[in-house]
Each structure stands twice: as C-alpha cells, then as structure tokens.
C-alpha cells in the first residue's frame, strides 16, 4: 500500500540499472537525495547536465522513464498536449515511490523535474507529500484528474515547491498552465519564477534559483 491509501497494483517500474547517480548508489547514506526526472521523449542522461551547477552535497539520481517513447522514454501514456492520460501519471508516481522504497534513504528528498518531469513531481507531491522535502516543477504541470481523493492532505502542513517557465513557453498549453497555477498556491509553499524569452527550456539564471531552493530546503 501507498502513501495515497490505494491497494492498486498499476505500477510503472523503474529500471534500476537505467538510474544515472552523481556517486555509487551505496555512498548515499544520510546525504540528501535529489530525485531527477526528464521530459517527454528524452532519458535519463539529459538533467545530468544541471548536476554540476546544483549543491555539491546532495546525491543526485536521474531516473529513466519507464514508457519506451519514439528513441526516448516518457512518463505518461500520449494524450492532448498537457493533458496526459491520468491513470499513466499515477502509476508512474506509484513506480518512482516504488523505486524509492528499494533505494530507502535515510537523509531528506527532493524531485526535481523538467516538463513531463515537471508534472512528475507535483504528482509525487500529491501521493507523498511526507517522503520529500521539496519539489522542483520546470517547466511542467498539474495533471489533471490524477489526484482525486488524494489531494485533500495537501491543505494543511504544505511542502516548498518550486515552480519556473517561461510565460510564453510555446509547449505547455494555456489550460495546463491555468489549471497549475489553480492548484499549486493552495496546495504547496510555493515559490513562482518566470524566465522570459526561454521557451521550453531551462536558463542558467533558473538553475542558479533551482540550487538555491534546494539549499534552503536540503541543507538548512
């Protein structure tokens, strides 16, 4: 059983051997972790890149996603821009937590994610919000219909997000950025920064914000 109470056993299993960590898995102990996820159609090398420019003392593990999309991988099953198919976002949540549990870290967790990964880590802040410390939304979504029933616990005792586009990125429709910023305020601490002019892509300037988050919500 999960987090979320449900006894489904729809999951969307990791590939252990397909996880990219800054360091061996075994030299984790109580440091912190942070949980990176790609976009659509990508893999699990493409947010190593960010490792470098981020806090030194996390562990950082970018996950692979687990539906085999076009030469990538993709955590949601297809479905109208921003709008995936729900019953895939929370099975790929259930998979991450999964994976989670077999990685069991003693030290605090953040999820970091970029577009589809974006919206991967606001739908882990819903299943569970107690497992993490922070969340990293760039460039992503809320998905809608994926939390039902679950979304309650987030009232009270709200977890720091982060939430960063660009306010014309030409990928993310205006519905899905809509329905975010109708969520996100009233279920999380949320921090909002806009980065004009970057289309679906993440700015150096969004990074250095992105370590700061993790700082403050990691390290202090």
Known sequence: MHEDGGMS???LPID???VVWSVPPDELGSRPLVV???GRGSHERDLVALVPSLPAEPVYAS???PIIDGDGWSWFLSGQPGAPDPASAVAAAR???DWLDRVAPSGPVSAVGFSQGGAMATQLLRHAPERFA???NLAGFIVEAAGAGIDERLATGRKPVFWG???RDPIIPASAVERTLAWLPSHSELTVREYHGIGHSVSRQEVDDVGEFLAATLLA
């Open 9 to 11: 056993p729809i999951s």
């Open 16 to 18: 252990d051997a397909a």
């Open 36 to 38: 990176l996820m790609h």
């Open 63 to 65: 996950l692979r996603a």
């Open 95 to 97: 998979g991450v937590l």
């Open 134 to 136: 922070s969340f990293v």
């Open 165 to 167: 586009r660009d306010p």
